[in-house]
């Protein structure tokens, strides 16, 4: 099975702090994503890598940042956290090409409050 | 761009009643959908997917879905639904032309079961 693991589930930062979300896939994907989940809003896509070293700026890109060293990790930077920025963060991996034939895998999700 | 619209924010349905979850989508070509869900704080699960062919798709947990082009339309539906049922459901649209390799989600539908 395809596993992506988000290191941390809850999180608890202060306005200001720089906060690192790290994920990892086991599947050898080449895409992997970042979305942020806030009710009634649904999934909006922050950033996303279809390669390591390659990334894209997705719908709401504005106070982050991501890094992808590695094809299995994909990480998300919040420079200098602020309060709106409290949010649920799902990261996601799928498989390559140019169309999207394949489905999204994602992990369980990392909640991060900032006071 | 690709956009989906789930009109209803919050469905409640008795154990064993038949269920149904709109979702339109706007796109000029056509799409591939899927459907979503997600059990409290946990991530998200494939439900069913529908990419060309037969427009009524079967999927995990004894969903169904059917695409109707001249609707829009991908609504899920399952004819007689369990306490373990209750969720949030998404729907998703993925753009095949547009490179854009991300999906784009609906806000959600929440499904509580009474029993």
């Known amino acids: 099975d395809v596993k992506v693991t988000q290191s941390s589930r809850y999180l608890v930062k202060r306005t200001g702090e720089k906060v690192f979300l790290e994920c990892v896939q086991d599947?050898?994907?080449?895409?992997m994503f970042w979305y942020r989940q806030d009710p009634g809003l649904g999934l909006r896509l922050i950033y996303f890598s279809y390669d390591v070293k390659m990334k894209e700026k997705g719908d709401i890109p504005e106070g982050y940042s991501v890094s992808r060293e590695k094809k299995e990790r994909f990480s998300l930077i919040l420079e200098s956290a602020s309060t709106n920025q409290t949010s649920m963060y799902l990261c996601a991996s799928s498989t390559p090409g140019t169309r999207i034939t394949g489905e999204l895998f994602f992990g369980e999700g990392s909640r991060l409050t900032v006071l | 761009a690709q956009s989906v619209t789930q009109p209803d924010i919050h469905i409640t349905v008795s154990e064993g009643a038949s269920l149904e979850l709109r979702c339109n989508y706007s796109y000029g070509a056509t799409p591939y959908l899927f459907w979503y869900v997600q059990s409290p704080g946990q991530g998200l699960q494939l439900l069913l997917k529908?990419?060309?062919?037969?427009?009524l798709v079967q999927g995990i947990k004894g969903f169904e879905a059917e695409f109707k082009r001249s609707q829009s339309s991908f609504n899920l539906r399952k004819p007689s639904v369990h306490w373990s049922d209750a969720a949030e459901y998404f729907c998703a649209v993925g753009a095949v032309d547009t490179g854009r390799r991300a999906l784009t989600f609906g806000s959600g539908t929440r499904l509580q079961v009474q029993p």
């Open positions: 599947m050898d994907h080449e895409n």
């Open positions: 529908y990419f060309s062919g037969d427009t």
